[in-house]
């Protein structure tokens, strides 16, 4: 689950970690009354405002500014609050629509009052699956062109593997101090900043923060910035606070549905709808369309209980996708009985109004033969299978 920055920070702010402090508006007319809290709070005379949505690259899109004086707070807040936002990160990236700003967080000026003597890192902590390790990513190029630093110079970009049994060692967080160039109390800073950012990542269940900048200031105090951060779902439960969090107006609105029938669905760019149950069969599922021509239009795994109401409902949700020009069910029926599944499948096409591109139903296990004689003495137009060969081609024959 993706976090705001706002909210990724309040995160970090629990384990100790030292943030840039600011104020999230959702109204017009909050704006002044934020800024003057934070003024209050933190003495700031300049403001940054941040548009809060789920992608990078705000600052390329306009969607970072900073006001200098009270009536420029009002001004800029109102321009980014309610605009739609194109970042390269955003859906069709600048020549997208963008994504609707409904918050924004209006922070301290954290550069003030010696610009020149502060430096930008980058600093993220992420899940390796390859080593089986959280691994500290970090470099003193930090800012809004990182990607440009990780292609052009590696060699600046630097890594720091950490067993998740042992933790992060004191050794680690110097040796991370020392490659950023730090020295005395930045250095120590550093150290304390990079151990509580650990312990953020871990106590949160996190499966990735990504800090850009994280700020060396002039008089040598470490902050985070900027915020990214997801959350391990299958973690939730431990958090119910951070399950709060959740924004599904930063979410494809398919998924968040889908989510409601406990469908694991994830969008693709295909055109052969699929349907199956178990995340194996699925992606082994995706390969046979490819191979067979065609493109996944998306991942969808109805799970062990594939009962007529959750494949009618996968149905509509495959079909919400103008891009879908067939759909294959592929089925193993090994808890779940296949005639059930057929069944199910029968009768979520009758309840399905307008229902007009090929159907190819594949199903194998447990009273398989059954079920092809249920779809097959339907009336339907929909074609049965038994092997998976037998299904590839049924969909290289509907997609030609």
Not at 133 to 154: C, H, K, L, R
Not at 171 to 176: G, S
Not at 230 to 241: K, N
Not at 367 to 376: G, H, L, M, V
């Amino acid at each position: 689950m993706n976090l705001h920055e706002y909210q990724g920070k309040q995160i970090l702010k629990s384990f100790g970690v030292p943030i840039q402090e600011g104020k999230v508006v959702n109204e017009k007319s909050e704006i002044l009354k934020a800024y003057d809290e934070l003024k209050a709070e933190t003495g700031t005379e300049f403001a940054v405002i941040k548009a809060q949505i789920h992608a990078g690259g705000r600052g390329k899109g306009g969607g970072v500014k900073l006001a200098k004086k009270r009536e420029e707070v009002e001004t800029i807040g109102d321009e980014i609050l309610g605009m739609m936002l194109k970042t390269p990160q955003t859906p069709g990236g600048l020549d997208g629509e963008g994504k609707l700003v409904r918050k924004i967080l209006i922070a301290e000026d954290v550069y003030a009052p010696d610009f020149d003597a502060c430096d930008e890192i980058y600093i993220s902590i992420l899940t390796d699956r390859e080593t089986k390790s959280n691994v500290i990513i970090y470099s003193t190029e930090g800012g809004m062109d990182i990607e440009a630093v990780a292609e052009e110079t590696p060699h600046l970009v630097h890594k720091e593997i950490v067993d998740p049994a042992l933790g992060l060692q004191g050794f680690q967080a110097r040796k991370i101090a020392f490659n950023l160039g730090l020295s005395g109390q930045a250095f120590k800073n550093m150290t304390k900043f990079i151990s509580k950012l650990y312990n953020a990542f871990t106590g949160a269940d996190a499966s990735l923060i990504e800090i850009n900048p994280c700020l060396k200031t002039g008089d040598d105090k470490i902050l985070a910035v900027d915020c990214k951060m997801t959350v391990d779902e299958s973690a939730l439960f431990r958090h119910p606070d951070i399950k709060e969090m959740r924004d599904i107006h930063e979410e494809d609105p398919t998924e968040v549905e889908a989510k409601k029938f406990n469908l694991n669905y994830v969008k693709l760019d295909g055109n052969v709808g699929c349907m199956v149950n178990g995340a194996g069969l699925a992606m082994a599922t995706m390969d046979m369309i490819k191979l067979s021509g065609g493109e996944p239009a998306n991942f969808l795994d109805v799970g062990g209980t594939a009962d007529a109401a959750r494949v009618e409902q996968g149905f509509r949700i495959i079909l919400s996708d103008p891009n879908v020009k067939a759909i294959l069910i592929n089925i193993f029926g090994g808890i779940v009985r296949c005639d059930r599944v057929a069944q199910g499948v029968v009768d979520a096409c009758k309840n399905i109004e307008n229902l007009n591109v090929p159907i190819i139903v594949r199903l194998q296990g447990t009273n398989a033969e059954i079920a092809k004689e249920i779809i097959d003495n339907s009336g339907l137009k929909v074609r049965s299978a038994v092997l998976l060969e037998e299904a590839a081609q049924a969909v290289k024959e509907v997609l030609s």
